[in-house]
Structure formats: C-alpha cells, structure tokens
C-alpha cells in the first residue's frame, strides 16, 4: 500500500511539473504594425488537387519567413520575401522573383493571397481596398468578403472581441485554404 502511495506522489508531482499549454495571446489594438509568429498547419483544396503542410510564419514590417514542413518536420518549401525580392527553395531548386503570391503558384500550385493573409491571420481587413465584414454575438469578426476571397474565422482562442483566430477558412474560385493555427506570439 506504501508502494501504490509512492508511486501515486510521484505521478502527480511528474503531473504538476508539466508545463501548461499556452493560450494565444489578445490581438492588440495595433496588431497590424506589430511583428508576429504562427506555427499550424494548412490544408489546400484547389479543383481536384489536394496539400497539406505544417507552417511557420513569422512576419516583421519589412520581411516574411514562411517554413512550410511535412508531418515530420523535413522542410517542403521556405519562403523568404521583403521589398526587393522574393526566395523560395525546396530541397533541390532555389527560385526568386520579385512577387510572392506569383512565385508560390509557379512552383508549389498554390494560390496564397500575401498581400491580404497577412491582416485576416489577425482577423482584420487589410487596408487597401473595400471589406464586406460580418460579425458574432461576441463582436468578433465571423466572416469577410476582400479581394475576391471569402474568408470564415471558425475559432477563435477565446470569446472576447480581440482574441486571436486559430482556424480560418478561406475559399476562391475553386480553391479552398483552410488554416489552423495551434500558436501565436505577437512581439
């Protein structure tokens, strides 16, 4: 019976020591001047064609460092942008241009919207054109019409209007982008 009591100490003290899971941080007021880091995954439906990736995005004011990796870690593409031009390698080819959105779907057949994506990640409409916005019961935004795309906040990491979002649906013209964002860390 000592045994059991020891061995009951020792798995709730090995409990006890586990680090919490962390919970995605508020968005701030000024969340679109603000560096941020997203680790997920997305999944890509375009006509027949099916991907999926892990993601690691981490976007500053003059750059952008997106991995995007297999299940096991192995990288299928990094992405490197900022204002003079655009790098992408895979494990065996190197590419640049000048534009991201078009380089992306020259060598992975992807059509990711950049130039938005990097606001509605934050639940916000980007700046520079119309947005047709909709909105929950808690005030947070549940659904957006920009530059062709619609896009779906699904979940949010909690129930108050400046949460961020962690699962977002985004649909245009036969392609479908769904991500889910497991962390956030805005600087």
Request: negative net charge; glycine residues 6%.
């Amino acid at each position: 019976m000592r045994g059991l009591f020891l061995l009951l100490a020792l798995l709730l003290s090995g409990c006890a020591s586990t680090p919490p899971v962390t919970q995605a941080e508020q968005r701030p007021a000024d969340a679109d001047q603000k560096p941020f880091v997203l680790n997920g995954r997305i999944a890509i439906k375009h006509d027949r064609d099916r991907s999926s990736a892990n993601i690691r995005w981490a976007h500053r004011s003059e750059d952008d460092d997106i991995l995007l990796l297999t299940p096991f870690g192995q990288t299928v593409a990094h992405i490197h942008s900022n204002a003079q031009e655009v790098v992408l390698d895979t494990a065996d080819k190197h590419y640049t241009a000048q534009n991201t959105e078009e380089l992306i779907l020259q060598v992975l057949g992807w059509h990711l919207p950049m130039a938005g994506l990097r606001y509605w990640v934050l639940a916000m409409p980007a700046p520079e054109s119309q947005a047709s916005i909709g909105h929950d019961a808690n005030g947070q935004i549940s659904n957006m019409q920009q530059n062709g795309w619609e896009i779906n906040y699904i979940r949010y990491a909690a129930q108050t209007q400046n949460s961020l979002p962690l699962r977002i649906n985004l649909q245009r013209e036969g392609m479908e982008l769904q991500l889910l964002i497991d962390e956030w860390e805005i600087r």
